[in-house]
């Protein structure tokens, strides 16, 4: 059973930094690409950022390029989204997934508020 636990989300002010991680189980991590995902209040879910599965291949949406940072760690069946200089417009709840599966995890909301 496929299993994507995202982590890591809370309330930053702008300008701040979070990281997010999510957790894989249930497939073989390392032979699936990632994405991560973000959805507004009231706006369509948004791809954020994706990484191939070996990890030297990365696409970001235009809004986060130069700010956001995705990585994995194939040992650890884990991916992360370092956010930097985040914006309010940045707040929404964030996934993951791999287009593999169907499975979508819970998601981690991410505040930005001063």
């Known amino acids: 059973q496929v299993q994507l636990v995202e982590s890591g989300g809370g309330l930053v002010q702008p300008g701040g930094s979070l990281r997010l991680s999510c957790a894989a189980s249930?497939?073989?991590?390392?032979?699936?690409?990632m994405i991560w995902y973000r959805q507004a209040p009231g706006k369509e879910r948004e791809l954020v950022a994706t990484i191939n599965s070996a990890g030297d291949s990365t696409n970001y949406a235009d809004s986060v390029k130069g700010r956001f940072t995705i990585s994995r760690d194939n040992a650890k069946n884990t991916v992360y989204l370092q956010m930097k200089s985040l914006k309010p417009e940045d707040t929404a709840v964030y996934y993951c997934?791999?287009?593999?599966?169907?499975?979508w995890g819970q998601g981690t909301q991410v505040t930005v508020s001063s």
């Open positions: 997934k791999t287009p593999g599966f169907r499975s």
């Open positions: 249930g497939f073989t991590f390392s032979n699936y690409l």
